[in-house]
T-cell receptor
């Protein structure tokens, strides 16, 4: 069974640009959540989707958004990038919202 | 929100030694997981343990939900056990909160 797949794995952007990250969950998993990891703030919850609906959102500005498609694949978008958005972005999937989480390898974003 | 505290923050072990990592949380939780972050950043599942005790090889974990803590035991440590261990709790309306991690270094 394939694991959680995140693309791209690495990317470099400049301030003011926008970025879209993709996450394909484990087959059969309908819940997808996103996290940001930085050295200063650690791992922080961004948002969670289940059956195409955003169920929860962390304390991030509106520049951070996401969506989930009917096949459970999810994307997150960050607009008007800032230097502080440089981070490892992790996606996790679960068969249902309170189930065990399985993480992808992450997308490492560098903003110059 | 909930507070998740892991201790000790840093731990240096001689290969073959045993260790205990602790995770305290400030409120009731729906579930709890332990992860090991590999050098490439991926979080590897160790235990899904909202309560009770589980064992997997040299690793075991115990969660006492009523007292709001969980323990991860590493026995006969190996250099491959080095890395950061995270405790994560699911609370409230399905929000996940992580501790700051335990940085473990196993010396040959």
């Amino acid at each position: 069974k394939a694991g959680v797949t995140q693309t791209p794995r690495y990317l470099i952007k400049t301030r003011g640009q926008q970025v879209t990250l993709s996450c394909s969950p484990i087959s059969g998993h309908r819940s997808v959540s996103w996290y940001q990891q930085t050295p200063g703030q650690g791992l922080q919850f961004l948002f969670e989707y289940f059956s195409e609906t955003q169920r929860n959102k962390g304390n991030f500005p509106g520049r951070f958004s996401g969506r989930q498609f009917s096949n459970s694949r999810s994307e997150m978008n960050v607009s008007t990038l800032e230097l502080g958005d440089s981070a490892l972005y992790l996606c996790a999937s679960s068969p249902f919202p309170t189930g065990e989480l399985f993480f992808g390898e992450g997308s490492r974003l560098t903003v110059l | 929100g909930i507070q998740v505290e892991q201790s000790p923050p840093d731990l240096i072990l001689q290969e073959g030694a045993n260790s205990t990592l602790r995770c305290n949380f400030s409120d009731s939780v729906n579930n709890l997981q332990w992860f090991h972050q590999n050098p490439w950043g991926q979080l590897i599942n160790l235990f899904y343990i909202p309560s009770g005790t589980k064992q997997n090889g040299r690793l075991s974990a115990t969660t006492v939900a009523t007292e709001r803590y969980s323990l991860l035991y590493i026995s006969s440590s190996q250099t491959t056990d080095s890395g950061v261990y995270f405790c994560a709790v699911l609370y409230g309306n399905n929000r996940l909160a992580f501790g700051k991690g335990n940085q473990v270094v196993v010396i040959p």
